[in-house]
């Protein structure tokens, strides 16, 4: 069965101080893992796609990086706008989504 | 990225009545959408997907006869849930496949609250 599990659950950061959320996953034949942003009451919003193990994507602050077992985001210096729920998904039949980390940056 | 708007994004209705939630893909073409719904401080749970012209597919667990889905068009999804009952506030989601790699866009989503 196809699993997708992400840590923390929740993350309180400084503004400033880096550090990295995980997704680990097992699907029958990867077809894909994707990050979300979701602000509340919003729907997700697309970050990253990532296919094959090594790869990496890189967006402002925000970089995400996989390998056969899980994937990483790893923020730079978050400031309090990078403040969101961040949700993982992984494709082998269907979209299976993690339960996101909760990330709080306060100033 | 690609653009999916939701209609309405809010709605609040009386018991026993039916509601519809449209799905649009602004500036592109969705042959599969999905429905999902998403409780507070869960994830998101996939109801069914839309194919357009055809019937969708509902995942297990989801009655197909209270959620009705009708994917008329290649930019237009709608979500009927009917006769609503308290149990069916939450927030619902419609999502597009669309990119180079098919990746699923969402919109805004549509908060539902019965009374």
């Known amino acids: 069965e196809d699993q997708v599990t992400q840590s923390p659950e929740a993350l309180r950061l400084q503004e400033g101080e880096s550090s990295s959320l995980n997704c680990s996953y097992t699907v029958s034949g990867l077809r894909g893992l994707f990050w979300y942003r979701q602000d509340p009451g919003k729907g997700p919003e697309f970050l990253f796609t990532?296919?094959?193990a090594g790869e990496e994507k890189e967006k402002e602050r925000l970089k995400a990086t996989l390998t056969k077992k899980e994937s990483f985001l790893h923020i730079t210096a978050p400031k309090p706008e990078d403040s969101a729920t961040y949700l993982c998904a992984v494709r082998g039949g269907k979209l299976i989504f993690g339960q996101g980390t909760e990330l709080s940056v306060k100033p | 990225g690609a653009v999916v708007s939701q209609h309405p994004s809010w709605v609040i209705c009386k018991s026993g009545t039916s509601v519809k939630i449209e799905c649009r893909s602004l500036?592109?073409?969705?042959?599969?959408m999905f429905w999902y719904r998403q409780f507070p401080k869960q994830s998101l749970m996939l109801m069914a997907t839309s194919n357009e012209g055809s019937k969708a597919t509902y995942e297990q667990g989801v009655e197909k006869d209270k959620f009705l889905i009708n994917h008329a068009s290649l930019t237009l999804s709608t979500l009927t849930v009917t006769s609503a009952h308290p149990e069916d506030s939450s927030f619902y989601i419609c999502?597009?496949?669309?990119?180079?790699?098919?990746?699923?866009?969402f919109g805004p989503g549509t908060r539902l609250t019965v009374l």
């Open positions: 500036d592109f073409q969705a042959t599969t």
């Open positions: 990532l296919y094959s």
């Open positions: 999502s597009g496949g669309a990119g180079a790699y098919n990746e699923q866009f």
